[in-house]
């Protein structure tokens, strides 16, 4: 029947003569196929929780800063006193989620910052391939259950799981999003108080764990809108805005929340109260040129079709039409197609509003971070199988022409020569998409390449898109561009947190020296002097350092602003005494700088490699002459 969901084809048994020939393997995949799925999901994330705590393990020191650096302050301030501080003073966790450093709080209060640090990346792991278990049962409202396993796998050895290496969010808000998919999908099926209330508490837990994931709650009520919208259409029904209402009634606990809640939003934002909540990201509330922001939108949805490898991209669009066309009768199809939809739309367009409002006056361009829209492509990738267990159907030749050529063909609009950058891992730290592109021109010195590249494998992926009937190779392409951008990040996250940690405290010193040398009372103030050339280096002395060393509690600047918007004191020099900006005399327990920045004070310890110099002080602090 038109319409009607084509049933996916099940593997057959294997006959009694091949299995015979096969022996042990056709056995062992016999008795693997008929094990409960919760045996499945168990060794699934056990064997994600395994890869991440080897990968995890070749990060030994944090550099994406300053978010490693505001997590692990805002874990160890909560810990000590139940309060949100960075270097002593009060700092707003809301933009960056207070959930993850409540998480991890009660680590720092029982461990060392070092084996804290350990320890977080271990827990990160188990975090980040819990998402499986929700990416399961969302998948199972298409896909079989092979598919839904697939899908598993596939949502936790995306490649951003990189993330689960640093002492960052992302771990925590990736599975909280999952679930709140899978609540999402669950008002949808059957609308009841009691499942709207906890899809609403999904998205509250998102956004304390990720404060752009707030856009989930706009995301959820444009999907509910869409949907009832086409069951109005389906079902013969006078299409009107009362009839439309009279349906969208039965969801009222969601639409009373987004009511209170888009009130509450504009009271914050005519008070100035969104300014504080925003804390280190209030300069994402400064106005933007609208031609930049579609522009940055339009670059998020393009490097999100590349760090999916083409295929997913094109293979949602396909079954997005069918699911509002030929296969409309499929309710849960176009459920999950509308929520992909509107998820990565807000996620896209909040990732460019905030990005345009900070870098619109860099030098540089926008970048583009495909760590705030990784979260939809277990959503691609979904879509993506149901494609390929339906028999990879292709309606109309022209429109799977277009989709192929359009989705092959959009990475070219990127602008390589800004976003493949030399910094970091050839491009910025959240761009894991662009990995493998930015170490190819690291390697080559040269964009040709890298457009070589873009080309050719576009042009492959377009060809299989219009001419494989095999689902098991497009399976692989797909699987394999995971491998080689997970690849990519790990050796490019493993060689820079090797190099940051001998640029920050050197390879022959222990990562906890400071507290070492002061003990478990001393109070330490990083003095950074700015006279530091490259000045980045200075910055990883100080911030490397503070981050393995809870004895530095503050820190100081001679002159010349710090890289980051976190809290630092400017001191005053007359002579050669240090004052405070209130003009009182600076005083310290104990003063760490780099050498050239000599002190009248007693040296108590001293990294050789970095040359950062521990000096006691006894009363002001002062600067040595000559």
């Known amino acids: 029947m038109l319409g009607e969901r084509p049933q996916p084809a099940s593997v057959p048994p294997l006959p009694s003569a091949a299995e015979s020939a096969l022996g042990g393997p056709a056995r062992v995949w016999a008795a693997a196929s008929r094990l409960p799925v919760a045996v ?85 792991g188990v975090l980040f391939s819990l998402a499986a278990v929700p990416a399961y049962f969302l998948a199972r409202r298409v896909l079989t259950r092979r598919g839904a396993l697939l899908l598993a796998a596939g949502a936790v050895f995306v490649p951003s799981a990189i993330y689960s290496s640093k002492i960052m969010t992302e771990s925590l808000a990736y599975p909280l999003f999952m679930v709140a998919m899978v609540a999402f999908v669950r008002v949808l099926e059957a609308p009841t108080a009691k499942r709207e209330l906890a899809a609403l508490a999904a998205i509250a837990l998102c956004a304390l764990a990720r404060g752009q994931l707030i856009v ?50 504009a009271v914050a934002s005519t008070t100035g109260l969104s300014d504080e909540l925003a804390g280190g990201h209030g300069e994402a509330f400064a106005g933007v040129n609208l031609s930049a922001l579609a522009e940055s939108f339009l670059h998020h949805l393009v490097e999100l079709d590349l760090y999916l490898g083409f295929l997913p991209f094109a293979a949602t669009a396909l079954v997005s039409t069918l699911a509002f066309g030929r296969w409309r009768r499929d309710r849960s199809l176009r459920i999950m197609c509308t929520l992909t939809i509107s998820v990565t739309v807000l996620l896209a367009a909040a990732a460019a509003r905030y990005l345009v409002a900070v870098y619109s006056s860099s030098d540089s361009g926008v970048p583009v971070f495909d760590r705030y829209d990784f979260y939809a492509a277990p959503l691609f990738l979904i879509l993506f199988l149901v494609w390929l267990e339906r028999g990879l159907a292709r309606p109309s030749r022209k429109v799977v022409l277009w989709l192929g050529v359009a989705t092959t063909a959009l990475p070219l609009l990127l602008p390589y020569g800004d976003l493949l950058n030399d910094g970091e891992w050839g491009t910025k730290s959240s761009t894991v998409g662009l990995v493998t592109l930015g170490l190819l021109r690291a390697m080559t010195g040269s964009l040709l390449a890298v457009y070589g590249v873009v080309v050719v494998g576009g042009a492959y992926l377009a060809y299989l898109f219009l001419r494989s009937k095999r689902p098991r190779e497009l399976l692989i392409v797909v699987a394999l561009n995971f491998f080689v951008l997970n690849l990519s990040a790990q050796a490019g996250n493993s060689v ?71 809290p630092v004191t400017h001191l005053n020099v007359r002579g050669r005494d240090l004052y405070l900006p209130d003009g009182k005399p600076f005083f310290a327990q104990y003063v760490l700088t780099n050498r050239k920045t000599r002190l009248e004070a007693t040296p108590v310890a001293a990294d050789a490699a970095t040359h950062m110099v521990l000096y006691r002080v006894e009363g002001p602090v002062r600067l040595k002459s000559g």
């Open 496 to 566: 820079i947190s090797q190099r940051v940690l001998a640029l920050g405290i050197g390879p022959s010193s222990s990562q906890s020296w400071i507290d070492t040398a002061v003990g478990t009372h001393g109070r330490v103030a990083a003095l950074w002097s700015g006279n530091t050339k490259p000045s980045w280096k200075g910055w990883y002395r100080i911030g490397e350092n503070e981050f393995f060393n809870s004895s530095i509690s503050r820190v100081y600047r001679l002159r010349g602003p710090m890289q980051y918007a976190l």
């Open 216 to 265: 989930l709650f706009p995301a959820f009520l444009l999907t509910l809108l869409v949907v009832s919208i086409l069951d109005q259409r389906d079902e013969g029904q006078t299409a009107g805005i009362p009839q439309l209402l009279r349906r969208l009634a039965a969801y009222r606990v969601t639409l009373l929340t987004e009511v209170v809640t888009a009130a509450g939003v």
């Open 40 to 124: 499945w999901l168990l060794g699934l994330v056990a064997a994600s929780t395994t890869v991440r705590f080897a990968v995890a393990s070749q990060s030994v020191a944090p550099w994406i800063f300053p978010d490693e650096l505001v997590y692990s302050h805002l874990a160890r301030s909560f810990a000590a006193t139940g309060h949100f501080a960075v270097r002593e003073e009060p700092f707003s966790a809301w933009s960056f989620g207070p959930l993850y450093p409540i998480l991890i709080a009660p680590i720092y209060r029982l461990a060392t910052p070092t084996t804290a640090y350990s320890l977080i990346k271990a827990l990160n």
